[in-house]
């Protein structure tokens, strides 16, 4: 196999440049050493900061520099763009949010390798240690939630205050022996088919029918937020979001989950189609000892979006403590 083509990465930067100016501005680039010292105070937005494997990973650093951090791991395909309205409002409220794009994905590079939960949780880390974050929430959506899981199994807690799963994989998306609840490897398989045979209309098909639940027969259509979700994922390399199927759908959480000791908030919509709340949030929440599990009735997969104004008062109140 061989590196994605000059072809491929013109199309990405097309796509990116797209992006950058519909948002009206472009901000400064910054490369950081994740081994480094913590940035000063002036650092602006967007920036990266190289893993020590050498993926260059990008970052948003938003809101009061001397605020209480909030990080955010996106979903699949996703960017951290996804968390745009969250980051904003508490940002408003006084928090630092930061997001990064994960390895393969949005505006970072796009590694042959380490498209798998323990390198996710690991970049994670570095980006963590890099901007010398404590007292951190971390908040996981979807792929998220499972990156966010794996760092507390590898990483711990020291440097984090609370830890919220929204929408989220954990414990195990598998249906195994000793998962019965889980989804058939035939789920998953679909998805693997789909994106070899027409990526971008995967894409299509999953942000206008179940992620945002508008496959349902009373279901109001947004084509804004179905192109967005395009966007973000046809940002991301072909071999990656391949590679993450595997990652977000057969690692096993259950480990990672025990391991939580700080308050824990799980968000999950019981008309979830993609990351059925039985198989994912109420067994998340059986797992991770004095979790708060809050159900939204009839809320879809995508409800950072969908119930965004319900999801922000939610997190804040969370945070707040």
């Avoid at 994740?34 to 650092?43: D, E, G, N, V």
């Avoid at 209309?201 to 639940?213: N, R, T």
């Avoid at 979790?291 to 922000?312: I, M, S, W």
Wanted: charged share 20%; net charge neutral.
């Amino acid at each position: 196999m061989t590196n994605p083509t000059q072809t491929d990465q013109r199309r990405r930067n097309v796509l990116m440049s797209a992006a950058a100016a519909a948002a009206g501005a472009a901000g400064t680039a910054v490369t950081l050493n994740a081994s480094a010292a913590a940035p000063s105070k002036a650092i602006r937005e967007p920036a990266n900061l190289t893993t020590r494997d050498g993926v260059s990973l990008y970052y948003k650093d938003w809101g009061p520099k001397n605020g209480q951090p909030v990080v955010f791991s996106h979903g699949w395909p996703l960017n951290s763009d996804s968390w745009e309205s969250q980051m904003l409002f508490l940002a408003d409220h006084g928090y630092r949010c930061i997001a990064h794009d994960r390895r393969g994905h949005g505006r970072s590079t796009q590694p042959w390798d380490g498209n798998d939960m323990d390198h996710y949780a690991d970049d994670l880390a570095q980006v963590i240690e890099a901007l010398d974050l404590k007292n951190a929430v971390l908040v996981g959506f979807s792929t998220g939630g499972g990156e966010v899981a794996r760092y507390v199994g590898r990483h711990g807690t020291a440097r984090v205050a609370g830890l919220v799963l929204v929408s989220a994989v954990p414990p195990l998306m598998l249906k195994t022996a000793d998962n019965p609840g889980g989804l058939p490897r035939e789920v998953f398989d679909g998805i693997r088919a789909g994106s070899i045979a027409n990526r971008s209309q995967l894409y299509k098909d999953i942000a206008s029918g179940p992620f945002f639940g508008f496959n349902r027969p009373d279901a109001k259509a947004s084509q804004a937020l179905i192109d967005s979700w395009w966007m973000q994922g046809m940002m991301a390399g072909h071999k990656n979001t391949y590679d993450s199927i595997k990652a977000f759908s057969e690692t096993d959480f259950r480990a990672d989950l025990r391991k939580f000791d700080k308050p824990t908030l799980i968000i999950h919509g019981d008309a979830d189609q993609i990351v059925p709340i039985d198989a994912a949030g109420r067994a998340a929440a059986a797992i991770v000892k004095h979790a708060k599990l809050l159900v939204y009735p009839g809320a879809p997969h995508g409800l950072t979006d969908t119930h965004k104004d319900q999801v922000n008062a939610d997190l804040l109140a969370f945070i707040k403590g």
